[in-house]
């Protein structure tokens, strides 16, 4: 086997509350998937671990660590006070959990014993910035997972690519300064968070390893297929990464209820395969694939089971 899979029913225990959008259920809906797919077998286990503090604060300063757990664990909130983030008395626990297993699998990743992997974590994380926890988001997956690698395993170059319907705005601030990270970004606009305009291409050092590619709603694989191979395919192949990873937000799905993009499932695979191409051609097929977004609980389901196979 040389595709991982991250799957921990803790992650479930992250519940905002009754009606919310990103719940325990899609959590449930993508293993049951799995196993009716006859995909499972096929997939090497990897098991989660709480996030120690140096490894958040890869990405996270202390004081903001700290408020998550304060407001979560001492203080009962149901919203951090830092945005639009619903939480339970699990959360923080669970958000360690989903941090850990992350860098678990890059790792294995790294250390070259799989060559590919899909992490099923909750709660999601792009939308985290240093010391903001917004929009669903606690502690930024993807971005302590790009620190780890670069850190313990000396990745010089590490790309993101982010196909939820929504910006990456966290993830998008802690590396627009950093010319080693190279960030891009599909989603819809207008549309919340409302950043992700295609002028903001890096700062500094970071100048010109930012690439945003806004679409308007009712985009589908026609505009994704033209932006990919023009632009962020090129863009990738010229940035030459040791590692390639995937915000991989299935909210871009048609159907979804949080957005108005009309990709499908055979869609989500195409797109697997351009990156899984570019990563055999740079880093020796070195992929991570992180959950983000994804709220109609059947499209969720059928899509990521259209994305691991692609991986596979």
Same mark, same amino acid.
Request: charged residues 20%; hydrophobic residues 40%; glycine residues 10%.
């Given at each position: ?8 029913? @803790? ?12 719940? +325990? ?9 799995? *196993? ?20 958040? $604060? ?9 408020? /998550? ?6 203080? =009962?909130?149901?919203?951090?006070? @830092?945005?639009? @983030? ?17 860098? %678990? ?6 250390? =070259? ?7 099923? /974590?909750?709660? +999601? ?42 910006? =990456?705005?966290? @993830? ?15 989603? $819809?606009? +207008? ?28 985009? =589908? ?44 499932? *055979? ?16 880093? %020796? ?28």
């Amino acid at each position: 086997m040389n595709t991982g899979l991250l799957l921990d029913p @803790t992650y479930q225990e992250h519940d905002p509350g009754p009606g919310h959008p990103e719940n +325990p259920g899609r959590y449930a809906v993508i293993m049951r998937a799995l *196993e009716a797919s006859g995909l499972l077998p096929r997939l090497q286990g990897i098991p989660s671990r709480l996030a120690e503090q140096p490894e958040l $604060q890869l990405c996270h300063p202390a004081r903001y660590i700290d408020l /998550v757990r304060r407001e979560v664990e001492e203080e =009962g909130l149901d919203t951090l006070s @830092t945005g639009d @983030t619903d939480v339970c008395n699990k959360s923080y626990g669970t958000a360690l959990r989903a941090v850990g297993g992350v860098l %678990n699998v890059v790792d294995e990743v790294m250390s =070259g014993r799989l060559t590919r992997a899909f992490c099923a /974590v909750r709660p +999601p994380g792009h939308h985290a910035s240093a010391e903001r926890g917004m929009g669903f988001c606690l502690f930024n997956n993807i971005a302590l997972t790009t620190r780890h690698a670069q850190r313990r395993h000396g990745a010089a170059k590490v790309a993101i690519v982010d196909w939820d319907v929504h910006h =990456g705005n966290g @993830t998008q601030d802690i590396f627009e300064e950093d010319g080693s990270v190279f960030f891009a970004s599909t989603h $819809q606009s +207008p549309w919340y968070p409302f950043t992700g305009h295609a002028e903001e291409t890096g700062k500094g050092k970071g100048a010109g390893t930012t690439l945003n590619l806004p679409m308007a709603a009712g985009a =589908g694989i026609e505009e994704f297929g033209r932006v990919f191979e023009t632009r962020l395919l090129p863009a990738l192949d010229a940035f030459k990464p040791d590692l390639i990873l995937i915000s991989a937000g299935f909210d871009s799905r048609i159907q979804d209820p949080l957005g108005r993009f009309r990709l499908r499932d *055979e869609d989500f695979a195409l797109l697997t395969r351009h990156l899984r191409g570019l990563a055999d051609s740079h880093c %020796n097929g070195r992929l991570v694939s992180v959950l983000e977004g994804g709220y109609n609980l059947d499209g969720l389901a059928s899509a990521v089971s259209a994305h691991v196979a692609a991986l596979l």
